[in-house]
């Protein structure tokens, strides 16, 4: 029934394409089978299981290092662990791509899969299959090839690495399995909206063949081992700073530590300092997010009260950029956190120690490190883990050296130094810290310069060494499993699933994925590279959705699967479903069924949440005032319909539809003048939720007329006229056009701005252009070009509009229309909502574009677009959530369902 559908599906595409003119484009079916990717190819490259195969909770996805020469060819997870390879090959330790003969080459990559081949050295080839089987095991086969005339003979290191927290319990179960443990903690917003997750995770590494040594190691390079953060959930948190960092040119800062690092002092107290791995109570995160989020726990420090004084600094050492604020703590307890954005500049006060070094003598730990020459006053600061999160003074020296006596050996230490200005009063930033654990090095054994001393605590390294005979023309293979469970879970079942897993013929994973992509017609492009990205596209696209699980009974998707952050894996959202009008080009029934999932939830007076997922109903409440979503819900519904012709479901979502457009316009016209504002949470309803310049600088959306509402309102009553006439309703047809004729002239009336030529949002008030101080509400935003999606302009407005779209000064810029006029001061093109290109809303400009007859302008405003995006793939190999419109930068959120949406451009272009 499936083929059957799709087979369907596939000719109504191919007859739009007739009548569409298009001079018979090419059928792909095989494209991502028949590839040749290198680190230049403009290639998605993470992999994630099939929605078939997955699950929401405990989810391990991979995203492929293949292109970065200072790095290994690694199968890398935000905090799940890192899959990788390397050989040690006539004594020298090949691992990193520039130590490469021939760098990797990709042939085949689906969504859950990826086939690739390198030389490691002239005559040694490597090819490898690796897929994500399910959310919980993923499989790598190695093929060993020797092309040289002459045996061969080598060590081949499969090994994991984690550099988010330790792997912990390692255990040899026999000479081809290891069992460990690791630790993934969600991030607040998780925890915040009581979504399930799984933090404690147990591990099974099998090796087809047996392993000559089974080893583990806490340190890389010699360095210090790090001692993970710990994590006081039970413990409430007393008063916590919060916020996000950023450099001078306006970008965030994204460096973890130790790169990024934190200091609090109180006071003029240089006796006790926290720093970034001072644990943040009642949470489960650490000081650092991935996101350039951070957070400090004041009482780390001890009692807080009124009239305390906090001095904090923040530093990137890569960049030797810091930032200082000054906390005093006034309305304690009522206010228990502050919100404190750090701006990074130039760092003028005293640098930190480098080289920090410890050696332990018994009981005794020796402190060495570096400084620049002259008089110096260092202190020495130690916390005991992990019972203190605060750094004690344990003595002041002007070398640079000191010895701590007296340790207790069941206990773990950590140091780090700080330059002391006593004259001035101030305290330098503090060293990287060493710590009292006995260090277990990987370099040093792999160099045979160090022997392997047995499993340590803290383990960032679990290896299995063989040696590899391989006669001339012949090859060797053999399979990595990787396989995860919930800790409270069975090792023997899971070792069961790794053996299972050991006799997966991988081919057949292979000719799901062809037959799914089977059904996706290819526009004709006139560079190559667009073909390569309207498949990276389908492949993250497919990547992000899970199958009908817990209160779900369709398939749904969220915004983004690997990495996995809270806000963005919850689950659907009316704005992230635009990108269903992309998707269904190559799965029709999952398109709709995610639809389906917002219908499913709906409120009987025809309210639909804020977001919806398998197990979350977000439902946001302001003011009594419940939040829905920005109403895109039945031109979404319309664009489906017409792409799969399913009457079914175009009955379902027409009542479905009609029934929230009526509640929503019931509920957003509080002044009942005809136009609507939005309401509940109104920066969230609004889709532009961040840096936007008349929430921050003028008012709260919902003291506003909401031209881009409006518009939305507009398209959603002309999707319920055409649905209605599909359904034989004329009478009701009549309605929704009387609806929005209204509307429409409403919009004319009250939005548009002679004197600028352009669309603005209206105070409530009196419809005026000006809320605090005159014209402040005429600030040139992506919104005004809405007119021309929604069909609201007159024909002379939209030449007007199209002028200033493509004045390069203001909206034409080099990689797409920013969400704000470059001549604005307020213009940041890495702001969010305040200057890049958000995908999604330059797909609505095309579709104004081409509404109005401006088909050339559509074309090169995709092909900008395209461009920064192709850009992107062929440096990171990723898709983002938004797109600088003048640099060669992305940010800040990546394998982002919304990038997606370019192939609706595409399509509608180049058809």
Same mark, same amino acid.
């Given at each position: 029934?499936?083929?059957?559908?799709?087979?369907?599906?596939?000719?109504?595409?191919?007859?739009?394409?007739?009548?569409?003119?298009?001079?018979?484009?090419?059928?792909?079916?095989?494209?991502?089978?028949?590839?040749?990717?290198?680190?230049?190819?403009?290639?998605?490259?993470?992999?994630?299981?099939?929605?078939?195969?997955?699950?929401?909770?405990?989810?391990?996805?991979?995203?492929?290092?293949?292109?970065?020469?200072?790095?290994?060819?690694?199968?890398?997870?935000?905090?799940?662990?890192?899959?990788?390879?390397?050989?040690?090959?006539?004594?020298?330790?090949?691992?990193?791509?520039?130590?490469?003969?021939?760098?990797?080459?990709?042939?085949?990559?689906?969504?859950?899969?990826?086939?690739?081949?390198?030389?490691?050295?002239?005559?040694?080839?490597?090819?490898?299959?690796?897929?994500?089987?399910?959310?919980?095991?993923?499989?790598?086969?190695?093929?060993?090839?020797?092309?040289?005339?002459?045996?061969?003979?080598?060590?081949?290191?499969?090994?994991? #690495?984690?550099?988010?927290?330790?792997?912990?319990?390692?255990?040899?179960?026999?000479?081809?399995?290891?069992?460990?443990?690791?630790?993934?903690?969600?991030?607040?917003?998780?925890?915040?909206?009581?979504?399930?997750?799984?933090?404690?995770?147990?591990?099974?590494?099998?090796?087809?063949?047996?392993?000559?040594?089974?080893?583990?190691?806490?340190?890389?390079?010699?360095?210090?081992?790090?001692?993970?953060?710990?994590?006081?959930?039970?413990?409430?948190?007393?008063?916590?700073?919060?916020?996000?960092?950023?450099?001078?040119?306006?970008?965030?800062?994204?460096?973890?530590?130790?790169?990024?690092?934190?200091?609090?002092?109180?006071?003029?107290?240089?006796?006790?300092?926290?720093?970034?791995?001072?644990?943040?109570?009642?949470?489960?995160?650490?000081?650092?997010?991935?996101?350039?989020?951070?957070?400090?726990?004041?009482?780390?420090?001890?009692?807080?009260?009124?009239?305390?004084?906090?001095?904090?600094?923040?530093?990137?050492?890569?960049?030797?950029?810091?930032?200082?604020?000054?906390?005093?703590?006034?309305?304690?307890?009522?206010?228990?956190?502050?919100?404190?954005?750090?701006?990074?500049?130039?760092?003028?006060?005293?640098?930190?120690?480098?080289?920090?070094?410890?050696?332990?003598?018994?009981?005794?730990?020796?402190?060495?490190?570096?400084?620049?020459?002259?008089?110096?006053?260092?202190?020495?600061?130690?916390? =005991?883990?992990?019972?203190?999160?605060?750094? =004690?003074?344990?003595?002041?020296?002007?070398?640079?050296?000191?010895?701590?006596?007296?340790?207790?050996?069941?206990?773990?230490?950590?140091?780090?130094?700080?330059?002391?200005?006593?004259?001035?009063?101030?305290?330098?930033?503090?060293?990287?810290?060493?710590?009292?654990?006995?260090?277990?090095?990987?370099?040093?054994?792999?160099?045979?310069?160090?022997?392997?001393?047995?499993?340590?605590?803290?383990?960032?390294?679990?290896?299995?060494?063989?040696?590899?005979?391989?006669?001339?023309?012949?090859?060797?293979?053999?399979?990595?499993?990787?396989?995860?469970?919930?800790?409270?879970?069975?090792?023997?079942?899971?070792?069961?699933?790794?053996?299972?897993?050991?006799?997966?013929?991988?081919?057949?994973?292979?000719?799901?994925?062809?037959?799914?992509?089977?059904?996706?017609?290819?526009?004709?492009?006139?560079?190559?590279?667009?073909?390569?990205?309207?498949?990276?596209?389908?492949?993250?696209?497919?990547?992000?959705?899970?199958?009908?699980?817990?209160?779900?009974?369709?398939?749904?998707?969220?915004?983004?699967?690997?990495?996995?952050?809270?806000?963005?894996?919850?689950?659907?959202?009316?704005?992230?479903?635009? =990108?269903?009008?992309?998707?269904?080009?190559?799965?029709?029934?999952?398109?709709?069924?995610?639809?389906?999932?917002?219908?499913? #939830?709906?409120?009987?007076?025809?309210?639909?949440?804020?977001?919806?997922?398998?197990?979350?109903?977000?439902?946001?409440?302001?003011?009594?005032?419940?939040?829905?979503?920005?109403?895109?819900?039945?031109?979404?519904?319309?664009?489906?319909?017409?792409?799969?012709?399913?009457?079914?479901?175009?009955?379902?979502?027409?009542?479905?539809?009609?029934?929230?457009?009526?509640?929503?316009?019931?509920? #957003?016209?509080?002044?009942?003048?005809?136009?609507?504002?939005?309401?509940?949470?109104?920066?969230?309803?609004?889709?532009?939720?961040?840096?936007?310049?008349?929430?921050?600088?003028?008012?709260?959306?919902?003291?506003?007329?909401?031209?881009?509402?409006?518009?939305?309102?507009?398209?959603?009553?002309?999707?319920?006229?055409?649905?209605?006439?599909?359904?034989?309703?004329?009478?009701?047809?009549?309605?929704?056009?009387?609806?929005?004729?209204?509307?429409?002239?409403?919009?004319?009336?009250?939005?548009?701005?002679?004197?600028?030529?352009?669309?603005?949002?209206?105070?409530?008030?009196?419809?005026?252009?000006?809320?605090?101080?005159?014209?402040?509400?005429?600030?040139?935003?992506?919104?005004?070009?809405?007119?021309?999606?929604?069909?609201?302009?007159?024909?002379?407005?939209?030449?007007?509009?199209?002028?200033?779209?493509?004045?390069?000064?203001?909206?034409?810029?080099?990689?797409?229309?920013?969400?704000?006029?470059?001549?604005?001061?307020?213009?940041?093109?890495?702001?969010?909502?305040?200057?890049?290109?958000?995908?999604?809303?330059?797909?609505?400009?095309?579709?104004?574009?081409?509404?109005?007859?401006?088909?050339?302008?559509?074309?090169?405003? =995709?092909?900008?677009?395209?461009?920064?995006?192709?850009?992107?793939?062929?440096?990171?190999?990723?898709?983002?959530?938004?797109?600088?419109?003048?640099?060669?930068?992305?940010?800040?959120? #990546?394998?982002?369902?919304?990038?997606?949406?370019?192939?609706?451009?595409?399509?509608?272009?180049?058809?």
């Amino acid at each position: 029934m499936q083929y059957v559908k799709k087979l369907i599906c596939s000719l109504l595409f191919l007859s739009v394409i007739f009548l569409s003119g298009c001079s018979n484009p090419r059928q792909d079916i095989f494209f991502l089978s028949n590839i040749n990717a290198g680190a230049e190819t403009p290639i998605f490259a993470t992999y994630a299981a099939a929605m078939e195969r997955s699950e929401f909770v405990l989810d391990e996805a991979y995203e492929f290092h293949f292109y970065n020469s200072r790095e290994g060819i690694d199968f890398t997870t935000d905090t799940g662990g890192d899959i990788c390879i390397g050989f040690i090959i006539d004594g020298q330790w090949r691992y990193r791509l520039e130590d490469m003969y021939k760098a990797p080459e990709i042939t085949v990559s689906y969504p859950d899969m990826v086939r690739y081949h390198y030389f490691p050295v002239a005559g040694l080839k490597v090819e490898v299959t690796f897929l994500v089987k399910s959310s919980h095991t993923a499989v790598m086969d190695v093929v060993l090839e020797n092309d040289h005339l002459e045996p061969m003979e080598f060590d081949m290191v499969l090994f994991m #690495r984690n550099d988010y927290r330790a792997f912990d319990e390692v255990t040899i179960i026999d000479d081809s399995t290891f069992y460990f443990t690791h630790q993934e903690y969600p991030d607040s917003w998780t925890i915040g909206h009581n979504l399930p997750y799984a933090d404690s995770i147990i591990n099974i590494l099998m090796l087809s063949v047996r392993a000559a040594e089974m080893v583990a190691f806490n340190s890389i390079s010699g360095e210090s081992p790090v001692i993970p953060f710990y994590v006081f959930p039970e413990k409430e948190w007393k008063f916590q700073v919060t916020g996000r960092s950023k450099f001078e040119n306006g970008e965030r800062n994204m460096a973890l530590s130790p790169e990024t690092k934190l200091q609090v002092v109180k006071e003029q107290d240089y006796s006790r300092i926290i720093t970034e791995n001072s644990p943040v109570w009642q949470d489960m995160e650490g000081s650092i997010n991935r996101d350039g989020y951070f957070r400090v726990e004041l009482g780390n420090l001890g009692v807080v009260e009124n009239g305390n004084v906090y001095h904090f600094e923040m530093y990137n050492e890569p960049e030797d950029r810091s930032g200082f604020s000054e906390i005093i703590i006034a309305n304690y307890p009522a206010q228990r956190s502050i919100r404190r954005d750090v701006d990074l500049k130039k760092r003028k006060g005293l640098p930190a120690p480098s080289n920090l070094k410890i050696s332990m003598k018994g009981n005794n730990a020796h402190l060495t490190w570096e400084q620049e020459t002259g008089e110096r006053v260092f202190g020495i600061y130690r916390r =005991t883990y992990p019972d203190e999160g605060v750094y =004690t003074l344990m003595g002041e020296v002007s070398n640079t050296e000191f010895t701590d006596d007296g340790l207790e050996q069941s206990k773990w230490y950590g140091y780090v130094i700080c330059e002391i200005d006593n004259d001035s009063g101030t305290l330098g930033m503090h060293s990287r810290e060493v710590t009292t654990v006995e260090i277990s090095e990987f370099d040093g054994y792999l160099k045979n310069k160090t022997s392997y001393a047995g499993i340590k605590n803290f383990s960032k390294i679990i290896a299995m060494k063989n040696t590899v005979h391989i006669e001339p023309g012949q090859s060797e293979k053999l399979r990595l499993i990787r396989t995860v469970g919930r800790k409270n879970g069975s090792g023997s079942a899971l070792i069961n699933q790794a053996k299972d897993a050991m006799n997966d013929n991988l081919n057949s994973y292979l000719e799901q994925n062809e037959q799914l992509f089977s059904s996706v017609t290819v526009p004709a492009f006139d560079n190559p590279d667009l073909e390569y990205l309207y498949f990276s596209s389908f492949n993250m696209m497919r990547q992000v959705f899970y199958p009908p699980e817990a209160k779900s009974a369709y398939n749904y998707y969220v915004f983004s699967r690997e990495p996995t952050w809270g806000w963005g894996h919850g689950g659907q959202v009316f704005h992230e479903s635009l =990108t269903m009008t992309a998707y269904a080009l190559l799965d029709p029934e999952s398109a709709m069924n995610s639809q389906r999932v917002f219908s499913e #939830r709906q409120y009987e007076n025809g309210y639909i949440n804020y977001r919806t997922g398998a197990y979350l109903d977000e439902i946001i409440e302001l003011n009594n005032e419940l939040t829905s979503s920005a109403p895109w819900y039945n031109f979404q519904n319309l664009e489906l319909y017409q792409i799969t012709g399913d009457s079914k479901f175009l009955k379902d979502m027409y009542n479905s539809g009609s029934k929230f457009y009526e509640f929503y316009v019931s509920n #957003r016209d509080k002044d009942g003048d005809g136009l609507c504002e939005w309401g509940g949470h109104a920066v969230l309803e609004s889709v532009r939720d961040a840096s936007v310049v008349i929430w921050d600088e003028v008012g709260w959306p919902s003291h506003f007329e909401g031209l881009d509402l409006n518009c939305m309102l507009v398209a959603e009553a002309k999707a319920l006229e055409k649905m209605a006439l599909d359904l034989g309703l004329d009478e009701e047809a009549g309605k929704w056009r009387n609806d929005w004729e209204q509307r429409s002239r409403l919009i004319n009336e009250t939005f548009w701005d002679d004197e600028t030529g352009f669309y603005y949002h209206v105070d409530t008030e009196d419809n005026d252009f000006s809320f605090k101080t005159k014209d402040d509400l005429k600030r040139e935003e992506i919104i005004g070009f809405l007119p021309l999606w929604a069909g609201v302009a007159d024909r002379k407005q939209a030449e007007i509009l199209v002028r200033k779209l493509t004045d390069p000064d203001k909206f034409w810029r080099k990689y797409g229309i920013p969400s704000l006029a470059a001549d604005d001061p307020y213009y940041n093109d890495k702001g969010y909502w305040n200057g890049p290109v958000w995908v999604q809303w330059n797909y609505l400009i095309v579709k104004g574009l081409l509404h109005y007859g401006y088909s050339n302008e559509a074309k090169e405003l =995709t092909d900008r677009v395209a461009a920064g995006m192709i850009i992107q793939l062929k440096k990171n190999h990723n898709l983002w959530e938004f797109y600088s419109p003048d640099e060669d930068w992305a940010g800040y959120h #990546r394998t982002y369902i919304w990038a997606g949406i370019i192939n609706r451009m595409l399509w509608d272009v180049y058809k």
